[in-house]
């Protein structure tokens, strides 16, 4: 398994670039099953891979961005087995990000190629700034934790 954050100077996103040496089938029902999302990501309340479903993930606060935890997802584009985007947004955020997440599968030999990004931050806004430098922090972490989770089941 590989890493790499790659957002460098781009401040309206963050990108991991990891590699699995997971078919892409197996990596997609990790991303996919609620249940296996839990064991790497968050616990989703709703989700369920369709394009329009609306779902929610319970998250610590995190007062210095104004984030309250409750994040509220909405399943934008799916392309089985290929790329999942949501939208990420505090679900009780006065006036709420127009974040999305992208999940973007490659197969690669006996592997898969994984490009993670977290884009729509505002450059001009330090709050989104702040989030987008905590966040740069946490995805490589749950990157690293979906390879773990791809250890635990067939």
């Known amino acids: 398994m590989h890493d790499e954050t790659t957002s460098g100077n781009d401040l309206t996103s963050i990108v991991i670039d990891q ?24 616990e989703p309340v709703g989700f369920a891979p369709v394009k329009g479903q609306h779902f929610t993930f319970k998250a610590t606060p995190i007062p210095a961005t104004r984030f309250s935890g409750d994040i509220a997802c909405e399943v934008l584009e799916i392309s089985e087995q290929q790329r999942l985007r949501i939208s990420w947004t505090d679900a009780n955020a006065a006036s709420p990000y127009d974040w999305t997440v992208t999940w973007e599968l490659h197969p690669e030999g006996k592997g898969t190629r994984v490009i993670l990004t977290h884009s729509g931050f505002d450059p001009d806004d330090p709050v989104q700034q702040h989030a987008r430098t905590l966040m740069s922090g946490g995805w490589p972490t749950i990157a690293r934790r979906l390879g773990d989770a791809l250890e635990t089941f067939t």
């Open 19 to 42: 590699f699995y040496s997971h078919p892409p089938a197996k990596v997609w029902r990790a991303l996919t099953t609620p249940h296996l999302m839990a064991q790497w990501m968050m």
